[in-house]
Nanobody, 123 residues
Framework: QVQLVESGGGLVQAGGSLRLSCAASGSIFKINAMGWYRQAPGKQRELVAGISTGSSTNYADSVKGRFTISVDNAKNTMYLQMNSLKPEDTAVYYC?????????????????WGQGTQVTVTS
């Protein structure tokens, strides 16, 4: 059974940085396009960054130029480097599978979700 464990969240001031990690069981990153989702209070979960098995990346407009997604297959870990954080980035962040087709990405999560990691950005 796949396991996804997110970590690295925290409390940071606007303009600060955080690096999130997603540790996975098995070689999920080699066979699935994966991404970072986030869910703010009272809002639907949204996909903000994705990476294909070939290391192509895509980002939601709201985070483009500030967030960078990467994968270390040797460590079975995916990362999200978040710079220039804004209060509107405050959310619980999750990693899960996505659909990456051409230059576009869409949500296609597995039924299993990890516990997520809380990111809080203060103004």
């Amino acid at each position: 059974q796949v396991q996804l464990v997110e970590s690295g969240g925290g409390l940071v001031q606007a303009g600060g940085s955080l690096r999130l990690s997603c540790a996975a069981s098995g070689s999920i990153f080699k066979i699935n396009a994966m991404g970072w989702y986030r869910q703010a209070p009272g809002k639907q979960r949204e996909l903000v960054a994705g990476i294909s098995t070939g290391s192509s990346t895509n980002y939601a407009d709201s985070v483009k130029g500030r967030f960078t997604i990467s994968v270390d297959n040797a460590k079975n870990t995916m990362y999200l480097q978040m710079n220039s954080l804004k209060p509107e980035d405050t959310a619980v962040y999750y990693c899960n599978r996505i659909l990456f087709f051409g230059a576009t990405m869409n949500s296609r999560p597995l039924a299993y979700w990890g516990q997520g990691t809380q990111v809080t950005v203060t103004s």
